[in-house]
């Protein structure tokens, strides 16, 4: 039997271990799994706390709209988690508040305000610090609800990032009015070049199931100003245009409403005949378009605010109206003539490439489109890739960026890295969505750069946009990887303001994501700056392309020949033989230069001028070529593959020193993902190394290391099981 004096012991000892479990509980409930992206609202350091503290107080923010609705709930999320404490929201401005959140027609003390936030448009807003009654107030303004929910994501984004609020001025509205994801997502749930699990989409349990993560889906896409998603895959089932899924859609598009976020679907051409049962989709047939007419006329009694289609047609087996002796225009148009009665918009893929043309792939938009110019209806945009060939590592700009001055163009731009080393190679795009936005198209003398084009500023284009291929699905923390959630977010910010820098992007995502400690940025903006040059040396060095395993582009392939098309190989792209390497896209070979306004076309078809990180792309030059840096072409190449390992192992050296600076958890997990890339862009380096070498016949430069095994090693490795396939 006990005496009461071990009792006494025995409880306080169940009292810490219940201590103990809550604590630890607790703890796994705020792990760091990435899951809470950007937005983790972390305690800020004591000191910056108390002078925000000391400067927000009361907040006057309404609740009588869903939005406005989010922008409160955000606004005391963020507050509580970096601050502390919860802040007193009040639904009517008044006196005594320091924040004060709303448009006109929200707040009255914002009605001095109508004409200025007029100004900044729809979506825009206005971060201003100034006096009201005598009293210092902090205005977060817009002319409509959706604004002020932007601004309540900046304000969070300066607290999170130490940015001093006296004498606030911040005056935003976005560049681009179609600011959208594009989700290659299936109905099953596969994710075509996805590499985070699947689909976010659960179409079995939706409408009645609504689940949270979609909401939290919205915040993050609002955060950026991300306006809009499409749903599915562009190599479309017809299936997502039947009610059913409608009704599924319009759960989502519900969902998604308050944070300014529209629904569209990626559609396929041939529908009318899949489920309308007729015999044709020629667009110059009447009975199609009625079709087309009664479907729009469904979707949108479902979805009031139904954002339009996404339409790839006629590539890559998909159907389109020249299956009929249509152009895209008539395709294009008769899908918008469906949807303008209803202010929808047709988002139609210049990403075609025909099957039985025997050009130089990278030739055929522009020779399909350029001739279109003017032919497609207002609310028509033409999305274009951001390169000729289809997402590589370095490709030089489109070149309909430009070449079509009477058609609005978007860009699309792939999130999810499908020829970049999947979600496990930390490689952020900034740096690549950066340079295609800066390279000029001189299309209307120099400074016409895509971003000008894209912008609609170039033109005079109202309809302007940009989309990008969603890297999201059902892992943990949503991209497959810490580090590919910079490419969400560098794409929404690049998406919002074109003319924004990469490096800036990335310190406020390290500084958000990580921690706000000015070290433990740099060190991270460091790595994340130099990573995509580095993947570019050890996959696709001076301009090569599309050197990737066949299929599912894992892994190297740069002997890839044969099979259903020549333009699927490595070697049709490279070319290399004994004497030489690259593509002749000059006068003298497939001519792709004189696609490019002059200015740009005599830089990129003379050897002379053309960047050295282009070179094989446009020439096909021999391996004693002289480079810049004295170097032969071969030495240099061999170099460069070097040089991408070389630089993934000084990642891993400064991610080793952010060791204690960085949670343990996604510390661990980000090391392993350096390791794995370690070992791939070795991989990668020895065999091109293997194979080049086995062409040019050529002795390594001194103090290279000759690959470990032979050609035939890396030639035998297969990769069945490689995810995000196409099927
Ligand atoms: C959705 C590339 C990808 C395909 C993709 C296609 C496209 O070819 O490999 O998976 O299909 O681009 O953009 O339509």
Redesign the pocket.
């Given at each position: 039997m006990l005496t009461p004096l071990l009792r006494a012991g025995g409880r306080r000892l169940w009292l810490c271990v219940a201590a103990l479990v809550l604590l630890t509980s607790m703890g796994r409930l705020h792990a760091e799994d990435g899951y809470a992206l950007w937005m983790r609202y972390v305690p800020l350091d004591a000191a910056l706390a108390d002078a925000y503290r000391s400067q927000l107080g009361a907040v006057g923010a309404p609740d009588q709209t869903p939005t406005q609705h989010a922008a409160r709930e955000e606004l005391s999320r963020g507050l509580a988690g970096l601050l502390g404490s919860a802040p007193q929201l009040h639904a009517d401005a008044g006196v005594g508040q320091a924040l004060i959140l709303g448009t006109p027609q929200s707040s009255a003390q914002l009605a001095p305000y109508r004409k200025d936030l007029e100004s900044l448009g729809a979506e825009g807003y206005l971060l201003r610090q100034t006096q009201l009654g005598g009293r210092e107030v902090l205005l977060v303004a817009a002319r409509e609800d959706i604004g002020v929910l932007y601004g309540v994501f900046h304000l969070l984004r300066l607290l999170q990032t130490g940015v001093p609020l006296q004498g606030l001025e911040v005056r935003e509205s976005p560049k681009l009015k179609l600011r959208l994801l594009n989700h290659?997502d299936n109905l099953d749930r596969y994710v075509?070049?996805g590499y985070a699990g699947s689909s976010l989409w659960d179409w079995q349990t939706l409408p009645d199931w609504r689940d949270p993560r979609y909401t939290d889906y919205a915040r993050a896409n609002a955060s950026l100003g991300i306006n809009g998603t499409v749903l599915n895959?562009?190599?479309a089932n017809a299936l997502s245009l039947t009610r059913p899924y409608l009704l599924k859609a319009a759960a989502l598009a519900e969902v998604f409403r308050p944070y300014g976020i529209r629904v569209y679907l990626s559609t396929r051409f041939s529908a009318p005949i899949e489920l309308g049962g007729l015999k044709t989709a020629d667009p110059l047939d009447p009975a199609v378009q009625r079709w087309w007419r009664d479907k729009a006329n469904e979707i949108y009694a479902l979805i009031p605010d139904f954002g339009g289609f996404l339409v790839?047609a006629n590539?890559?087996g998909?159907p389109g109206p020249q299956d009929y002796g249509r152009s895209h225009a008539d395709g294009a148009n008769l899908l918008g003539d469906a949807l303008a009665a209803h202010g929808g918009v047709v988002m139609w893929?210049a990403?075609v490439y025909a099957h039985d043309v025997p050009e130089d792939r990278t030739k055929q938009a522009y020779g399909e489109f350029s001739g279109l110019d003017g032919a497609f209806h207002p609310n028509v945009i033409v999305q274009v890739?951001n390169g000729p060939l289809?997402?590589q590592p370095r490709e030089p700009l489109h070149p309909l960026f430009g070449a079509m001055p009477h058609t609005p163009l978007m860009m699309?731009l792939?999130i999810s890295k499908?020829y970049l080393g999947f979600a496990t190679h930390l490689v952020y795009l900034g740096p690549l969505y950066e340079e295609v936005l800066r390279s000029d198209t001189h299309a209307r003398g120099a400074g016409s750069t895509v971003a000008r084009v894209i912008d609609g500023s170039l033109d005079g284009h109202a309809l302007t946009g940009i989309a990008g291929?969603a890297n999201t699905g059902t892992d943990r923390n949503w991209t497959g990887s810490h580090f590919d959630q910079a490419n969400w977010y560098a794409f929404g910010r690049l998406a919002w303001n074109p003319h924004q820098s990469a490096r800036d992007i990335a310190k406020d995502w390290a500084a958000m994501t990580f921690s706000p400690d000015p070290a433990v940025v740099q060190s991270i903006v460091g790595m994340m700056m130099a990573s995509r040059e580095a993947a570019v040396d050890y996959m696709t060095p001076l301009g090569l392309h599309h050197l990737m395993a066949r299929g599912h582009?894992y892994g190297p392939g740069p002997w890839v020949a044969g099979g259903p098309r020549v333009d699927w190989t490595s070697v049709y792209y490279h070319r290399a033989d004994r004497d030489g390497i690259g593509f002749d896209r000059t006068a003298h070979g497939s001519n792709a230069v004189a696609q490019y306004a002059p200015a740009v076309a005599n830089v990129y078809g003379d050897l002379e001028q053309v960047p050295e990180s282009l070179l094989l792309w446009f020439h096909h030059v021999p391996w004693d070529h002289r480079m810049h840096s004295g170097r032969s072409l071969w030495d240099e190449l061999v170099g460069r593959y070097s040089r991408g390992v070389r630089q993934v192992q000084a990642m891993q050296d400064s991610w080793d020193g952010l060791k204690g600076g960085v949670d343990a958890p996604r510390h661990q997990q980000v090391a392993a993902f350096l390791r794995i890339q370690h070992n791939e862009a070795q991989w990668w380096r020895d065999a091109s190394v293997a194979y080049f070498q086995s062409l040019s016949g050529r002795p390594l430069p001194a103090g290279e290391v000759p690959p470990p095994q032979p050609l035939a090693y890396y030639q035998s490795l297969q990769f069945p099981f490689a995810p995000?396939?196409?099927r």
């Open positions: 290659w075509e070049r895959n562009v190599n790839k590539s890559e998909q893929r990403f890739k289809d997402f699309e792939q499908e291929v582009h995000g396939d196409g």
